[in-house]
């Protein structure tokens, strides 16, 4: 029985997100991974569409240029050793990516969720995990509802192996 812990970081559309990925395994066995930018739109006064137009009005609201934005990810799956120094793994759980523009005083302030560049649903993750010694290496792509898609590198060590591992 094998043991991995690593931190992650992920790149994507709204920049860089941290996780925390944990696997047990003997030939087969699980993991989960957690991904997150610490970020939050808070509350928002409505939505616009990916063009900040409101309501299909022809006419667009003026916006501050300030965003805000949120991201996470939690997929859980399945891991298999090929080899004494690599495995794959794949699963799938749930994100959410999330966009927010500021409108602007003269719109009367406030925070608009943009709809054409907010994601959420189903995650899928799919991956390579390696070992050399007890320094543990991953890379997977991540996507959310297959509208959004990041890369995730993770670096850690194998707490715990078999007697038998060599």
Same mark, same amino acid.
């Given at each position: 029985?094998?043991?991995?812990?690593?931190?992650t970081v992920?790149?994507?559309?709204?920049?860089?997100?941290?996780?925390? %990925? %944990?696997?047990?395994?003997? #030939?087969?066995?699980?993991?989960?991974?957690?991904?997150?930018d610490f970020?939050?739109?808070?509350?928002? #006064?409505?939505?616009?569409?990916?063009?900040?137009?409101?309501?299909? &009005? &022809?006419?667009?609201?003026?916006?501050?240029?300030?965003?805000?934005?949120?991201?996470?990810?939690?997929?859980?799956?399945?891991?298999?050793?090929?080899?004494?120094?690599?495995?794959?793994?794949?699963?799938?759980?749930?994100?959410?990516?999330?966009?927010?523009?500021?409108?602007?005083?003269?719109?009367?302030?406030?925070?608009?969720?943009?709809n054409g560049?907010?994601?959420?649903?189903?995650?899928?993750?799919?991956?390579?995990?390696?070992? %050399?010694? #007890?320094? &543990?290496?991953?890379?997977?792509?991540?996507?959310?509802?297959?509208?959004?898609?990041?890369?995730?590198?993770?670096?850690?060590?194998?707490?715990?192996?078999?007697?038998?591992?060599?």
């Open positions: 029985m094998s043991l991995y812990a690593l931190a992920s790149a994507h559309d709204n920049g860089p997100s941290y996780g925390v %990925f %944990f696997a047990m395994m003997r #030939r087969h066995g699980f993991f989960v991974h957690a991904s997150t970020g939050s739109i808070g509350t928002t #006064r409505g939505s616009c569409s990916k063009d900040g137009s409101i309501g299909g &009005a &022809a006419e667009k609201p003026y916006y501050s240029g300030n965003t805000a934005k949120s991201h996470y990810t939690v997929t859980a799956g399945a891991v298999h050793r090929l080899t004494r120094n690599l495995s794959l793994f794949e699963g799938i759980g749930y994100g959410r990516s999330a966009v927010a523009w500021q409108l602007a005083e003269s719109e009367g302030g406030g925070y608009m969720q943009n560049l907010t994601h959420k649903g189903v995650a899928g993750e799919a991956g390579a995990l390696l070992s %050399f010694g #007890r320094i &543990a290496v991953s890379a997977s792509a991540v996507t959310i509802a297959g509208k959004q898609w990041q890369g995730s590198l993770g670096v850690g060590i194998k707490l715990w192996r078999d007697k038998n591992e060599k």
